[in-house]
DNA sequence: ACTACTATTAGTACCAAGTGTTAGTATCGG
DNA sequence: CCGATACTAACACTTGGTACTAATAGTAGT
């Protein structure tokens, strides 16, 4: 079943966007197409060849200087970080956030922004939460955009208490503190 | 100046390791010695070609970012519940629950799944999580099953305190204390 | 000095996955 | 029927290698 040279190019982003990994030859079987068939939609569309998108998605996380964690290890998104500091991060709530029932978030997606944010802030390979305190002050609704602000507070040799207040506008639907445990004790600046 | 073997291949792997982008050309520009002694180089120290270097970092990140999906809608799977009593469920930890650094269960997986266990615990159209002390007592991975077990414990008016422990075979991974709020008061069973 | 051994270099053939270019065919619309 | 668009084919060249063979230099052992 022959697509038309629209149809197949459209395809073909996709395809090479969802595996950059894929050859020409791959992509040709599988259009029943001939290989420059495939390197001229590439031209085209100014698709890169394999090695060069292979390169670039190595290039990416090389040069990724967030040393404690990859960026979408994070539930929500890093507007700002200060190692060791503070860190902050915005999560839109969906509908698949929400009970169904009561259109309410579910607590696991803000305490998941919370304890990702807490373990993002740590300057550490191996960052884990030990322990946490947390209160889910008010409800958070689909559609809202929650805020939520990380602060390192305390240091105890191994143990670092992040403190984090998540709030949608001005007020506050999430607090919690955060015993954080890291592989090795903070080197203090001088 | 000349080094000798060993501290050129020890010195190699270092900086293969800290630019995987380097080709043999350069390398053997840097170290003044030919192609062909790079190469012998790698295959000792069995460091893979350039392109193969790459890849696998592009790999990495590709499959981090595939990793990155939505909690579902229910962690877990409920194997039993006695409503306001007690609530068993199982959650196997797969590949996209574990930090792919340390293969250790991200912390909001297994609070999630005590969560969910703890709202399905409670008998009412809204129930929510109001507060919660937890604990990860022990770090959990990848290929593991965690098996959690909620009991309710109190009630408080509006309130229902919920005592959650997660067990990988004996072991108590997790320990959590969720504070519950429901729409109407319990009603007392007859 | 002769031999053995290691380290290094050189050269060839080959590969994958392309680029760049030219040329030829097929098919469709007006 | 003509010409445009789409497709295919063929060839030379590129990068960054592998795999293999052969030659050379230096060094140590006996």
Same mark, same amino acid.
């Given at each position: 079943?022959?697509?038309?040279?629209?149809?197949?190019?459209?395809?073909?982003?996709?395809?090479?966007?969802?595996?950059?990994?894929?050859?020409?030859?791959?992509?040709?079987?599988?259009?029943? #197409?001939?290989? =420059? +068939?495939?390197?001229?939609?590439?031209?085209? !569309?100014? %698709?890169? /060849?394999?090695?060069?998108? &292979?390169?670039? #998605?190595?290039? =990416? +996380?090389?040069?990724?200087?967030?040393?404690? !964690?990859? %960026?979408? /290890?994070?539930?929500?998104? &890093?507007?700002? #970080?200060?190692?060791?500091?503070?860190?902050?991060?915005?999560?839109?709530?969906?509908?698949?956030?929400?009970?169904?029932?009561?259109?309410?978030?579910?607590?696991?997606?803000?305490?998941?922004?919370?304890?990702?944010?807490?373990?993002?802030?740590?300057?550490?390979?191996?960052?884990?939460?030990?322990?946490?305190?947390?209160?889910?002050?008010?409800?958070?609704?689909?559609?809202?955009?929650?805020?939520?602000?990380?602060?390192?507070?305390?240091?105890?040799?191994?143990?670092?208490?992040?403190?984090?207040?998540?709030?949608?506008?001005?007020?506050?639907?999430?607090?919690?503190?955060?015993?954080?445990?890291?592989?090795?004790?903070?080197?203090?600046?001088?």
């Amino acid at each position: 079943m022959k697509r038309t040279k629209k149809e197949r190019q459209t395809e073909l982003t996709s395809r090479i966007q969802e595996n950059p990994f894929v050859t020409d030859d791959e992509l040709a079987k599988f259009f029943e #197409v001939s290989v =420059q +068939t495939i390197r001229l939609d590439r031209m085209e !569309l100014s %698709i890169p /060849e394999l090695r060069e998108r &292979i390169k670039h #998605v190595a290039e =990416q +996380t090389f040069e990724d200087e967030v040393r404690s !964690l990859p %960026i979408d /290890e994070v539930i929500g998104e &890093i507007i700002d #970080v200060e190692l060791d500091d503070y860190a902050i991060s915005i999560f839109d709530v969906q509908n698949e956030h929400v009970f169904q029932r009561n259109h309410i978030a579910r607590g696991h997606h803000l305490f998941a922004q919370a304890n990702s944010l807490a373990v993002a802030l740590i300057n550490d390979d191996l960052a884990l939460t030990a322990k946490a305190a947390i209160e889910f002050c008010k409800p958070v609704h689909s559609g809202q955009r929650v805020i939520s602000k990380a602060k390192a507070i305390r240091n105890e040799g191994r143990r670092t208490i992040v403190e984090v207040k998540s709030s949608v506008g001005k007020e506050v639907v999430f607090k919690g503190e955060f015993d954080m445990y890291r592989s090795s004790a903070k080197k203090e600046e001088d």
